[in-house]
Each structure stands twice: as C-alpha cells, then as structure tokens.
C-alpha cells in the first residue's frame, strides 16, 4: 500500500474497527446482522450506536449466535438486500457451515474477520487460524496490514463481491488488537464520496421478487452439483480481474496504491519474506536494517489470499534467490503453513525457483519484534549463500 495521502476525505484518529465501522456506516448496508465476540465486539457496539442515533437506515438484527448471524446474513442477501457482518474466531468457526452455504448460493455478503486465535487453549489475541481455516470456504479474502488498509479494503469489497462476473462473498481481514484496538491516523472519504465510489446495489435473483420467483436451498444431487461447483469456481477465477480492476479504479481515486500484494524493495531482492498484515511493518524496517548493510533484502506483502495470485507472485519472487514464508497459523501434519504452501507451489515453476522455508510466529498474539525479523532474514543470507535449508518449518520465539 502507498503512503501517499490523498487530498480526499479528512484525516482522523481511529482504531483499526472504528475504522471498520465507520466504512459500514458510509455503506449503510440494508441489513447487518450482529452478534459480537472479541476483538470485534467494537465494530458492532460502534455501528449499534450510529443505528441507534439515526444514521443509518440499515436494519440492525440482534442473534443469539454466529451461526445464526450468518444465517440472517445468508436470508437478507438472498432477499436481495446488500448485506454485511462481522466476527471473529471461534465466531468464525460458529459459522463454519453457513460459510458454504453463502458462497454456494453466491451472494455477495462482505464481513470483516478481526484475526483471532482458535480455541483450544482459550485464546483471545491474534493469529491467522481462524481466516486460515476458512480459505477453501469459496469466500475472496483480503488481509490488512493497518486501519487504513482495512477502511479501504472494506470499501473495495463492496464493489468486488456485488460485481456480476463475481456475486461471492468476501472476507475482509485485519489483526486482532494489534490493529483493531490501536489508534492510528486514518484518512476517511467523505460519505458521498464512499456512495459514489460503491454505486447502488443492485441486487441478484431475490426471494422478494413474486414476478420473477426463484427458489435458494433446493437439494442438488450429481445431476448438477458439479455444474455448480464448476461455476463457483469460474467465479472465482473471474474475481482475479475485477479485484485488479477495482483497486485500480480505487487507487486512482484515493491515490493509494492497491494491488494483489506490496512489493517492497524487491526488485532486485536476492532473499525476501512474505508476511501478512500488521507483522509487515516490522519486517520492512528489518529489510531497510539489511538494506543498510549492503543486503539485497526484499518484502512481499500478500493482500489478496482467494483467490491467490500465483502468476503475479511468481514474477515478483522469482529471481530471488531464498524466500522466507511466515505463517501466524500451522497447517497441522502438512509440509507447512497455508502461507508456504501456496508460495512454494506458486514458485515451483519457475525456472530457477528460490530456496523457500517457513517459519511458523506470532501464534495466540507472541511478539514478533525487531530481533526476530532480522534473524529471518539473516537465516535467509545463509540459504542464498550455501544454497542449503537448514529446516522446512520451524517454529520461531517458542520456548523449548
């Protein structure tokens, strides 16, 4: 993301979800159905209030669960309204089912995930476990490393989930009190420019319309289910397009750069580490330290995980010689994270691909802090140098 600010909007003092709440009552959804847990809970109290105090017209329902938030969600979208939640870990997890259902039945609903980690051990503070979990769910997903990346992010999905080449829903990501409770500057749109920027909704095929009745939910054998695997799939592939097309349009009219990933000082990177959200900002001061040094050090930033960008990353990592993947969850009894595996299938082929290692962090909120990133980085000199991996996945900053 540039740093650019934007002649657009005012510049204000938010977290990252007063950030999200504000987006949602620029959006001023038709229905939004709530039921909070931590570290969401304050968007929720947030846009409770501006429904209380009348400004929004949305239709605030209050559910006794996740799973049943979702399911008001998947009820009013299909009603043909634009529709929006939010949650968070086991909340996600709540709504695991319902989550298919959504994509399945194709209707754009966008929700903000304030990454949390997964019971069990009870845990309230960040990692990536619970989005993670979700990837094969057929929802886009898009990570943010600040509370700007997340009002902008949000605002895009809008316009990527209700595209017609799309109509799926979108997950919009950002770490759990790492950026959800931490103040930040944030440049904020003006509320017409944030209508103009996502237009009218106009909805699919609705349970609403008598004139044109449609049924959602009917049982669907092998007759056809593969048809309609098959066209979610296509959808998805479609949301490639219109997600570069979208932040085009967007960073053109905010003059912040959104793309598929950040590339930081890559270009001529001859070792690099991939990292999501608000962990980035360190280790782009660890690649400025090795830069310092002499050290071809580089940056990728992934902010659009479904669908994945594999070509685009190829490019952009391929002439490295050592890549370090960070992942703030494990994919238990795999080769590694989920982060490692897409990059190293992504990688593969090319046609010298880079030495690619993991390094598991950060889990259940650790500290990632300076000492760590510098240490990755000089791991991945060593695997340039000798190439040679010392150790696939490694957890980092554990204990013995």
């Not at 795999?334 to 030495?355: F, H, T, V, W």
Request: proline share 4%.
């Amino acid at each position: 993301m540039s740093t650019v600010v934007s002649s657009r909007g005012k510049m204000v003092a938010l977290t990252g979800n007063g950030a999200i709440a504000t987006g949602m009552r620029q959006i001023n959804p038709d229905v939004v159905a709530a039921y909070p847990i931590t570290p969401s809970t304050d968007i929720m109290q947030q846009f409770a209030a501006f429904a209380h105090d009348g400004k929004v017209e949305t239709n605030l329902v209050t559910v006794e669960s996740e799973h049943s938030a979702m399911s008001a969600c998947i009820g009013a979208a299909a009603a043909g309204g634009r529709v929006m939640t939010a949650t968070s870990s086991q909340g996600l997890a709540l709504m695991w089912e319902m989550l298919y259902v959504a994509s399945g039945y194709r209707l754009p609903i966008v929700m903000t995930d304030v990454n949390r980690a997964l019971s069990a051990p009870i845990n309230i503070h960040c990692d990536h476990s619970d989005s993670m979990g979700a990837r094969d769910t057929s929802w886009i997903q898009l990570y943010s490393q600040n509370a700007q990346e997340a009002y902008d992010n949000l605002l895009m999905a809008i316009r990527i989930s209700e595209h017609p080449d799309v109509r799926l829903p979108v997950m919009v990501c950002l770490d759990g009190f790492i950026i959800s409770h931490a103040i930040e500057n944030v440049q904020v749109l003006d509320d017409a420019e944030v209508k103009s920027f996502i237009g009218n909704h106009i909805p699919g095929p609705s349970l609403l319309d008598i004139e044109n009745p449609v049924t959602y939910g009917a049982i669907d054998l092998q007759d056809y289910y593969m048809e309609h695997k098959k066209a979610q799939s296509v959808a998805m592939d479609n949301a490639m397009k219109v997600i570069a097309d979208v932040s085009k349009e967007y960073s053109e009219f905010v003059g912040r750069e959104y793309g598929f990933f950040e590339a930081y000082r890559l270009d001529d990177a001859e070792i690099a580490v991939v990292i999501l959200n608000s962990a980035a900002g360190t280790m782009k001061v660890a690649v400025d330290a090795m830069r310092e040094k002499g050290i071809k050090a580089g940056l990728l930033k992934p902010r659009v995980f479904r669908p994945f960008p594999a070509e685009e990353i190829a490019a952009a990592l391929g002439h490295c010689k050592a890549v370090a993947v960070l992942d703030r969850c494990d994919s238990f009894g795999a080769q590694g994270g989920p982060l490692l595996m897409e990059i190293r299938s992504a990688l593969y082929d090319c046609p010298n691909p880079p030495k690619v290692f993991n390094k598991i962090y950060g889990l259940g909120g650790r500290d990632f802090t300076m000492e760590d990133a510098l240490g990755v980085l000089e791991e991945a000199k060593e695997v340039a140098a000798t190439g040679k991996i010392r150790q696939l996945k490694e957890y980092i900053t554990v204990r013995q």
